[in-house]
């Protein structure tokens, strides 16, 4: 372990966070935070039980009425400064983040500008939450609209985005005046508690944002949910566990905010600039190891073109170097533990076994981590598998198509509706695409399409709402309308 890795993980707190202090768990096992690259342990951190979880609610609800009243301006300047402490704490944000995670430093330090940009984004949106007041059509009233705070929310996150998917519920709750009980997951809990810590520094005052870690998610969330003092769950993570959420949800019936899972087409059509169209399917698929909801899991690729942008692909994927995120010249990193690199060798055999080539990779890298080679399927056959999964790793299987309605056939059958991606010079079809296209989200000639500024989130079961953006401040508030007799003015 090098000076600074140790330097580091010193600075991380490992305890929960509840009512402005840093305290132990109930939970009778510290949960051992690992790193992927290497199989070995980081950091024992508490481990919450539920009396842990409702103990952070506690102190999220008794806090709620007077962060509620706190100015606007007051609660965007803690997120401001805070927004200022990680930007000059971004090498150390990066550095954990490709520690517990396992992404290469330069995609962490990508990570760590988007992610930090949703606090200072809804810093700005603090100030800009707004009414009406009209009156009533037939004149003998008038209505005054306002938008408050919901109330407590309770943040549940995935190991994947350790930085942004926390960053995208903290700063619209805070900003909209709602405190909050955060949950990360248990494979990557350490960056939300460094960010947690930093936040304290900036001012946060205590019980506005409470942290618990635990190994026993179910158990500890449930009487949360299940709680009448909580007025809000927004949770990101696999459609799996969101149904089971929204079933707990609908007891109180919670106002509920759904990121879930993605199966996002990759459409490439022969008119497209296939220079452009590989590029954009490296960030699309091999961004963040091909462990994230946008990425490409279905290439769709015309005839006259498919040979050829699997064969540029594959050499693509053939220069990444495998390695420990931290290390100099490493370009991708491991997937997130064995399960899942078990999973890639599962999808890649079966796949096979239905008809696919192996254009490139298809095996497990060397090393004590949980390294798999960059793949390329091509010829993959409609109805195989792998195209109703999420596969959550480093596989491209591409599909053949031949004119744009079976493009769009293919392109929509799936119960997920996060992101799709379309590649073609053509600029009618593109328009044509987008209106056709059922997914929240659509990239016109471009891998990537987060970005705090936008609303990000999915149509069908990938999900119910959207972060960032104008919407996603909406998420925290509710609408009163008051009702004012023309009598009364
Ligand atoms: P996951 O659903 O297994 O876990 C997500 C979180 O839920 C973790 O914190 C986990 O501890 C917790 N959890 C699991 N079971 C629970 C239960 N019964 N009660 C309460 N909490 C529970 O997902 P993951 O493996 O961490 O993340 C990968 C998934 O997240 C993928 O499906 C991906 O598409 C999705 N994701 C979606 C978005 C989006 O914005 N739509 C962003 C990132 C990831």
Redesign the pocket.
């Known amino acids: 372990m090098s000076l600074n890795e140790s330097e580091l993980l010193a600075k991380v707190p490992t305890g929960l966070f509840i009512n402005g202090k840093w305290v132990r768990g109930g939970g009778e096992e510290p949960i051992a935070v690992e790193d992927p690259a290497t199989g070995k342990t980081l950091l024992e951190i508490a481990n919450a039980n539920a009396t842990d979880g409702l103990a952070a609610l506690t102190a999220a609800d008794e806090a709620q009425a007077k962060w509620a009243k706190t100015p606007p301006r007051e609660r965007a300047e803690l997120l401001r400064r805070t927004f200022d402490l990680v930007r000059e704490r971004a090498e150390e944000f990066a550095m954990l983040i490709s520690l517990e995670m396992g992404k290469p430093l330069a995609e962490a330090r990508g990570e760590v500008t988007y992610g930090n940009e949703f606090l200072r984004w809804f810093s700005e949106e603090a100030v800009r939450i707004s009414g009406r007041f009209g009156s009533l059509p037939e004149g003998h009233g008038r209505m005054l609209i306002a938008q408050r705070p919901v109330g407590p929310a309770f943040a549940?996150?995935?190991?994947?985005?350790p930085l942004a998917?926390a960053t995208r519920k903290i700063g619209p709750a805070l900003a909209a005046g709602c405190t909050m009980v955060i949950?990360?997951?248990?494979l990557t809990p350490l960056t939300t508690l460094f960010l947690v810590k930093t936040m304290e520094e900036a001012g946060l005052p205590a019980g506005v944002l409470n942290v618990i870690t635990t190994s026993a998610?179910?158990s500890t969330?449930a009487p949360i949910i299940a709680d009448p003092r909580l007025r809000k769950i927004t949770f990101?993570?696999?459609?799996?566990?969101g149904r089971?959420?929204l079933e707990q949800s609908a007891f109180q019936v919670l106002k509920a905010s759904m990121?879930?899972?993605?199966n996002a087409p990759f459409i490439v059509f022969d008119d497209a600039n296939l220079d452009a169209a590989v590029e954009g399917a490296m960030l699309a698929k091999m961004r963040n190891i091909g462990q994230?909801?946008t990425a490409a899991n279905r290439f769709i690729v015309q005839d006259a073109v498919a040979d050829e942008f699997a064969k540029r692909l594959a050499a693509k994927m053939e220069a990444l170097k495998l390695g420990r995120g931290i290390a100099e010249g490493t370009t991708m990193g491991p997937v997130i533990n064995e399960k899942a690199r078990e999973n890639m060798q599962r999808l890649v055999e079966t796949t096979v076994k239905q008809g696919a080539d192996v254009v490139t990779g298809g095996e497990v890298g060397s090393g004590a981590g949980y390294f798999f080679k960059p793949t390329v399927l091509a010829n993959v056959q409609p109805g195989s598998t792998i195209l109703n999964e999420?596969i959550?790793g480093p596989i491209a299987p591409i599909v053949r198509f031949k004119d744009e309605a079976e493009a769009v056939r293919l392109a929509n059958d799936t119960e997920f509706g996060?992101v799709s991606y379309a590649f073609t010079e053509d600029l009618k079809r593109g328009m044509r695409l987008v209106e056709s296209l059922d997914t929240g989200m659509t990239g016109l000639n471009t891998g990537l399409v987060s970005n705090a500024a936008a609303p990000?989130g999915?149509v069908k079961q990938?999900?119910l709402g959207r972060e960032g953006g104008l919407e996603g401040i909406q998420e925290y508030l509710e609408t009163k309308y008051v009702m004012i007799p023309a009598t009364e003015i």
Do not use: Y
């Open positions: 549940i996150t995935p190991w994947n985005f998917m949950k990360p997951a248990e998610s179910a969330s990101t993570g696999s459609t799996q566990v089971k959420l990121e879930l899972g993605g994230a909801c999420e959550f996060l990000f999915g990938s999900g």
